[in-house]
């Protein structure tokens, strides 16, 4: 599917872990696939929100290596970038996680990505983990269909 395709209708797309890391590791294989998205977050055609799970594992590497500069490139995206919302946990979020690790037989983290996209009001998920596309209340987005 095109990057274009894929985000039709989609004002307010939602970063899950994977996805960052390709763009701010400059992953060879995926970085041509998620730059373009990134580039129209940048530019104000998209909005991108991000949550505490996805800061947190992101930066589990970094921290584990040491890296000051890995580390404040995630934390500067994430957190410092305008178009991207950073977008927190709270009751209705984990109410939220707690039905879609019912109904779809979630992991937590994976519950809670996907309940702060719906919260935050998100047309689409992006990630790249092939297991997120039973979920159906939003539109899931894998970067290696892109």
Not at 32 to 56: C, D, K, R
Not at 73 to 82: A, P, Q, V
């Amino acid at each position: 599917m095109r990057i274009n395709q894929a985000l039709l209708g989609v004002s307010r797309l939602f970063l899950d872990t994977a996805p960052v890391v390709y763009f701010v590791e400059e992953n060879p294989y995926f970085l041509p696939l998620v730059s373009p998205i990134f580039t129209q977050i940048e530019n104000g055609f998209l909005i991108g929100v991000a949550s505490p799970v996805t800061l947190a594992e992101c930066l589990v590497m970094p921290y584990r290596i040491s890296d000051l500069i890995l580390q404040q490139k995630f934390i500067d995206l994430l957190n410092n970038t305008e178009n991207i919302e950073f977008f927190g946990s709270d009751r209705q979020v984990g109410q939220k996680a707690g039905e879609l690790r019912a109904k779809y037989n979630l992991e937590l983290p994976d519950a809670l990505q996907i309940a702060t996209a719906i919260a935050a009001n998100c047309q689409a998920f992006l990630t790249n983990d092939i297991q997120l596309q039973r979920v159906t209340d939003l539109r899931v987005l894998l970067v290696s269909q892109l």
